[in-house]
């Protein structure tokens, strides 16, 4: 199998998340991995057995990239969370995002506007690899609308799995408490 699903059990008692909610959210997590790597297996298959031209094929590709990046984002997004206190000024993000977008407050602001758009999705801080210039990216199905040579820096999960548990409809507070959870570290390593 070429995907293992990581062990995020580390982020068990995070304030604002109850161990309910992320356990449910591990096990979504898990499913994307298994058929990940299911949709691996079938396509070989396939093509060994002379099916490539068949609608099942194309249904089998299509998909692919919906439960690959369902997958990978779910683990920048745990990975992004464990962390405590905000994101420190000398840091060389703080720095960056304060260039891009003209403040460190304005990009906050915009990301969470992002988050907090009606939906279903992601919201995203990417990083053009070519110009190194940032952008918060609105992602609705993890296999449209990516865009291409951009690194994923931050990732909020706005599905309402990621918080209605523990929220209900108050997408906002799940926002609020989600950046009380950010694992800056591990975001800044992350940018080019
Ligand atoms: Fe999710």
């Known amino acids: 199998m070429p995907y293992n699903a990581k062990d995020y059990s580390r982020l068990l008692g995070m304030e604002g998340f109850s161990d309910t909610l992320l356990k449910n959210h591990f096990t979504l997590y898990q499913g994307y991995v298994t058929n990940t790597n299911k949709l691996i297996e079938i396509s070989s298959l396939m093509v060994k057995e002379g099916k490539t031209g068949s609608p099942e ?31 420190g000024k000398n840091t060389k993000l703080f720095k960056k995002v ?48 990516h865009p291409s040579g951009c690194t994923p820096i931050l990732i909020l999960d706005v599905f309402e799995h990621a918080f209605m548990i523990d929220y209900g409809l108050k997408r906002a507070d799940y926002i609020e408490a989600f950046f009380k959870n950010i694992n800056w570290k591990t975001v800044e390593e992350r940018i080019g």
């Open 57 to 87: 094929f194309a249904e089998v590709k299509r998909r692919f990239g919906w439960e690959f990046n369902g997958m990978r984002l779910h683990e920048y997004y745990f990975e992004n969370l464990g962390g405590r206190g905000g994101l």
């Open 98 to 145: 304060s260039e891009d977008f003209g403040s460190y407050e304005a990009w906050e602001k915009e990301f969470k506007a992002v988050g907090a758009m009606r939906g279903i999705g992601w919201a995203i801080l990417y990083q053009d690899h070519l110009t190194k210039q940032l952008f918060n990216f609105w992602i609705n199905e993890h296999d449209g609308g």
